[in-house]
């Protein structure tokens, strides 16, 4: 299978103008070291062989070693990889087809055991042309993701290294190839990585992927390796950065239509002088321009462009504007600007530009923001958006495919997945233990769908996991943070790799940590610290409660059994703790008025016919009899939910089935279980139970 992305650049929100790319997703190789002797044999110099061969048997320690023992999920201890019964065996280097991981079929691979370290190869030609090697254009290597962690040299030439499953790097291969040129007149390099991602240390982030190799219960085939997509790029030596570098469009000034840009210059040499330049326009109507001095100490540049159209601007915008947002619409403009919401995704179109001190241009991105403003302070239990109370209906949104595993099947996926969910009435999604492709969330900015962004988590915490996951939290909120559609931060999920939260001060103050981090790179956003239950520094008071309609309603009838204990009998906020040298954690509680989400529920799946074959790990939180039932369940759970009163959104579990869990709205190939217009109709009724219920003064 191929994934087929010649003609999809990798990153539509951010478009280089002058920059080429060609796609690297073909001509890979794979083989597995299980003994971890290619760096001895010098696999990165010599190139990656045909074939190794694994002679020794693991001993009974090292085989327990493997066993996991998961404290928060004390049903699947002692669940591992087991070491093979054969002691000798052979290795085969085989093609893999990039980016799906050697566990799914898509790959042409389709090994399901474990392997630890994993080395990819492929031959890469330089693609400058001749004009720009004069030029000194550099070349990158770019990666959408590739877990866990990786080493790449370049005909035995150290490039790079990158630790973390679920954000994007890019190497400079640039060098590699000027040696290439130099040695042997070809600019032709043998790209070699090593891969290590652990099936075992569950102190390293991995969200949903099970550490033995037949997934059960909650947790899905792992998935190790390149799983994004990988591409060259030729670029000028000084050049924009996208937001990993440092780019920040913060659009949240809705009063007064102020974009305040925070644009970083990769490159830029000392001694000499650049400006940038930003543009907004609206479907195709200029708006605003404005250009400042990069300064001399600094590698980036505030711009702050006013994008509030003029009267005369509003007389002359093309009709497709006034089609997308009427306006007579107050939910499309706020005074002359125009804003983003769900119903109206209000985009403008922005040109950021780059110029030399002699006026040349240098580079430019073609890229998009959208005015939006949120608001959960306000201490009345709304959430607003643009100022108006917003009821979030979101799906549980987990992104796996039957063939591919995390990685969607083509980047039109990710677009499918959106509309299927608009589809069923929902506004939105909890995109859970992943980051997702970043053409997900242009998707979601494109056509107005709400994203909770989150990482995959790990299941044990130490010195190895706090610094490992804060490193990769910090990348993850920054390749995403100019996007309209993420409206929340949730770092963390259920405690996972927390569990001791309730008499552990350290494990506490890494939550604490995460958050104060996560709000001074972002302070537009609320932050979810530890969705479900034993919340430690929050903005938002979410939980979990998977129990039937009855119990459900029950418990969501009054504020005081919403704050109660929850699954396992765990707080829903830490309490006070006493510490050894006489101080004391205070611990947190509900803030008053703050917003109340069920950040989790549902799960039903539906009871195999008679005749039929279900699967044995086959599973839901409930099971409904047949699909008529699962349709009058689903509206139960959501009455259950909003007629209370006091919660203004909801996370359903879940979008579709995944392997074993088959709990889905879709089935697991993205197939109606119940008619999406039926489930609409329940949706959109229980977002007016909400407004129904605010008063008019809201």
């Known amino acids: 299978m191929a994934y087929n992305s010649k003609d999809s650049y990798p990153r539509p929100d951010f ?47 090292s085989t327990e070693a493997l066993a996991q023992k998961l404290a928060a999920f004390p049903e699947l201890k002692e669940k591992g990889f087991q070491a093979p019964k054969s002691q000798s065996r052979e290795h085969v280097k085989k093609p893999i087809n990039v980016p799906f991981v050697f566990q799914t079929p898509a790959s042409g691979v389709f090994d399901k055991d474990a392997h630890e370290v994993l080395w990819y190869e492929r031959k890469v030609v330089d693609p400058r042309q001749k004009a720009e090697i004069e030029a000194g254009d550099r070349v990158l290597a770019r990666f959408g993701a590739v877990d866990y962690d990786v080493t790449i040299w370049a005909s035995g030439y150290p490039v790079g290294q990158h630790r973390g499953g679920h954000v994007p790097f890019d190497i400079d291969i640039t060098d590699a190839l000027s040696k290439a040129w130099q040695t042997s007149g070809k600019g032709e390099l043998n790209l070699v990585l090593r891969i290590r991602d652990s099936p075992h240390d569950l102190s390293q982030p991995r969200g949903k992927q099970y550490w033995a190799p037949q997934p059960e219960s909650i947790f899905y085939t792992p998935s190790s390796g390149i799983w994004q997509p990988v591409w060259l790029e030729v670029i000028p030596p ?3 950065g996208d937001s990993s570098a440092g780019t920040v469009l913060k659009s949240n000034n809705i009063f007064e239509g102020l974009l305040e840009a925070r644009v970083a210059v990769l490159g830029r040499r000392a001694g000499h002088g650049y400006s940038v330049e930003i543009e907004g326009s609206l479907h195709g109507l200029s708006v605003a321009s404005k250009k400042e001095n990069l300064p001399g100490d600094k590698d980036y540049v505030s711009v702050n462009l006013g994008l509030s159209l003029s009267d005369e601007q509003k007389s002359k915008a093309p009709q497709s504007l006034a089609e997308a947002a009427p306006f007579d619409n107050a939910e499309c403009w706020r005074g002359n600007v125009a804003l983003w919401s769900p119903d109206h995704p209000i985009l403008y179109d922005l040109a950021i530009r780059l110029y030399d001190s002699g006026g040349k241009l240098v580079d430019e991105v073609k890229t998009y923001t959208g005015f939006r403003h949120l608001d959960w302070n306000r201490g009345d239990q709304t959430f607003r958006l643009n100022g108006k109370p917003l009821f979030q209906a979101l799906t549980l949104d987990q992104g796996y495919w039957p063939e591919t595993g995390l990685t969607p099947p083509t980047p039109e996926s990710l677009k499918i997945d959106i509309e299927l969910t608009k589809k069923m009435g929902f506004n939105g999604c909890r995109k ?28 044990e915490f130490n010195e190895d996991y706090a610094e490992r996951f804060s490193q990769e939290w910090l990348e993850a909120v920054k390749r995403d943070i100019n996007h309209p559609s993420v409206v929340t931060w949730t770092p963390v999920n259920e405690s996972w790799a927390y569990p001791n939260l309730k008499d552990n001060v350290q494990q506490r103050n890494h939550i604490r940590s995460l958050y104060y981090i996560t709000k001074t790179l ?25 129990s039937d309609a009855p119990d459900l ?12 204990k929850k699954l396992g009998g765990r707080d829903f906020f830490v309490g006070p703790l006493s510490l050894d040298d006489g101080r004391k954690d205070e611990g947190t509680k509900h803030r008053e008025g703050a917003p109340v989400i069920c950040s989790e529920f549902g799960g039903v799946n539906i009871a195999p016919a008679k005749d039929s074959e279900k699967g044995e790990r086959d599973w839901g939180y409930t099971t409904a009899s047949d699909p008529k039932d699962l349709l009058k369940r689903f509206e139960s759970l959501l009455r259950a939910v909003v007629e209370g009163g006091h919660i203004c959104g909801f996370v359903y579990t879940q979008l579709s089935d995944i392997e074993q869990e088959v709990n889905g709205l879709y089935s697991f190939d993205r197939r109606e279980k119940i008619p999406a217009s039926e489930v609409r109709k329940i949706v959109e009724a229980a977002k007016k139970v909400y407004y129904d219920s605010l008063p008019k003064e809201a």
């Open 553 to 564: 309603s029950k418990t969501c009838a009054t504020l005081e059994d919403i704050l109660g």
């Open 15 to 61: 478009v280089h103008g002058n920059h080429r790319w060609t796609p690297l997703n073909d001509g890979w190789s794979i083989l597995f070291d299980d003994e971890d002797v290619g760096l001895k044999e010098a696999w990165h110099i010599n190139g990656v062989p045909d074939k190794v061969s694994v002679s020794s048997a693991t001993d009974a320690s």
């Open 238 to 240: 000084t050049r924009i």
């Open 432 to 459: 859970h233990q992943k980051v997702e492709d970043p053409i997900f969330l242009y998707w979601a900015d494109k056509l107005g769908f709400l994203v909770w962004g989150e990482m995959a988590n790990a299941y």
């Open 522 to 546: 972002d302070p537009t956003r609320p932050i979810n610290d530890n969705c479900g239950w034993e919340h430690v520094i929050t903005d938002l008071s979410t939980f979990h409660d998977y």
